[in-house]
C-alpha cells in the first residue's frame, strides 16, 4: 500500500500569510495526487487534482505542485475562511489513501 | 447540478448490519464511478471502496474485505453499501463521492453531507 505522510500536522498562521503543505508518498505516484478542504462538520471539498490542477471555482491563492514523491499545497495569502483540515490523496494505485491531514487553525 | 446524498446511517449492534445509499442526480450516473470513504470521529479521512460505471470492478479496503458489498443501479442512479458483520471500529461518517470514469486516477467530486453509522451496544 502507498502511504501519504503529511507535514506539518497542525499549523498556525495569521491572515495574510504564505502556508505551504507538503504531502509525500512511500512510492511514487506520478502527478495522481488530489487535495481537499474540509471544514467542521462539513464534506470534504476538492482544492487541487493532478497535482496541480486547480479545480473550477476555487480561489487562485490555492496552488499545487510536485510530481512523483514529493508535493506540495500553497496558499498564498491566507484568507479567514481557508482555516480548515486539508488532506492530500493518492489516486495512483489500490488502495487508494490520504494523508493524515494538515490542520490550519488561527494565531 | 451535480450532487450526491447519503442516506440510511443509524445505530446498529456489534454484528449487526446496515445498508447505505447514496442518490446522485445532474449527471449519467452510469458513465462514472463512485466511491465510499469513511470518517471516525475526530479522524482523517479513509477510502472504503470503488465500484466501475458498469459495476463489473469493486476493489475494497482490506479492513472491510468480505464484510461490506458494494453495489449500484443505474435505472435508479443509486450507489449502495451493504456493511455485515459491523465493530465498533466502523462507527464513522460514511460519504459517498463521485469520481471520474474511474476512481483509480480521477480525484473525487463532488462528496454528499455524509451518514453517521454508530456501531454500539
Known amino acids: 500500500d502507498i502511504q501519504l505522510t503529511q507535514s506539518p500536522s497542525f499549523l498556525s498562521a495569521s491572515v495574510g500569510d504564505r502556508v505551504t503543505v507538503t504531502c509525500r508518498a512511500s512510492?511514487?505516484?506520478?502527478?495522481?495526487l488530489a487535495w481537499y478542504q474540509q471544514k467542521p462538520g462539513r464534506a470534504p471539498k476538492l482544492l487541487i487534482y493532478?497535482?496541480?490542477t486547480l479545480q473550477s471555482g476555487v480561489p487562485s491563492r490555492f496552488s499545487g505542485g510536485g510530481s512523483g514523491t514529493e508535493f506540495t499545497l500553497t496558499i498564498s495569502s491566507l484568507q479567514p475562511e481557508d482555516f480548515a483540515t486539508y488532506y492530500c490523496?493518492?489516486?495512483?494505485?489500490?488502495?487508494?489513501?490520504f494523508g493524515g491531514g494538515t490542520k490550519v487553525e488561527i494565531k | 447540478e451535480v450532487q450526491v446524498l447519503e442516506s440510511g446511517g443509524g445505530l446498529v449492534q456489534p454484528g449487526g448490519s446496515l445498508r447505505l445509499s447514496c442518490a446522485a442526480s445532474?449527471?449519467?450516473?452510469?458513465?462514472?464511478?463512485m466511491a465510499w470513504v469513511r470518517q471516525a470521529p475526530g479522524k482523517g479521512l479513509e477510502w472504503v471502496s470503488a465500484?466501475?460505471?458498469?459495476?463489473?470492478?469493486?476493489p475494497y479496503a482490506d479492513f472491510v474485505k468480505g464484510r461490506f458489498t458494494i453495489s449500484r443501479d443505474n435505472s435508479k442512479s443509486t450507489l449502495y453499501l451493504q456493511m455485515n458483520s459491523l465493530r465498533a471500529e466502523d462507527t464513522a461518517v460514511y460519504y459517498c463521492a463521485k469520481c471520474g470514469s474511474s476512481c483509480q486516477s480521477q480525484w473525487f467530486d463532488p462528496w454528499g453531507q455524509g451518514t453517521l453509522v454508530t456501531v454500539s451496544s
Open positions: 512510492q511514487g505516484i506520478s502527478s495522481y
Open positions: 465500484i466501475s460505471g458498469d459495476g463489473g470492478s469493486t
Open positions: 493532478a497535482a496541480s
Open positions: 490523496q493518492q489516486l495512483n494505485s489500490y488502495p487508494l489513501t
Open positions: 445532474g449527471f449519467t450516473f452510469s458513465s462514472y464511478s
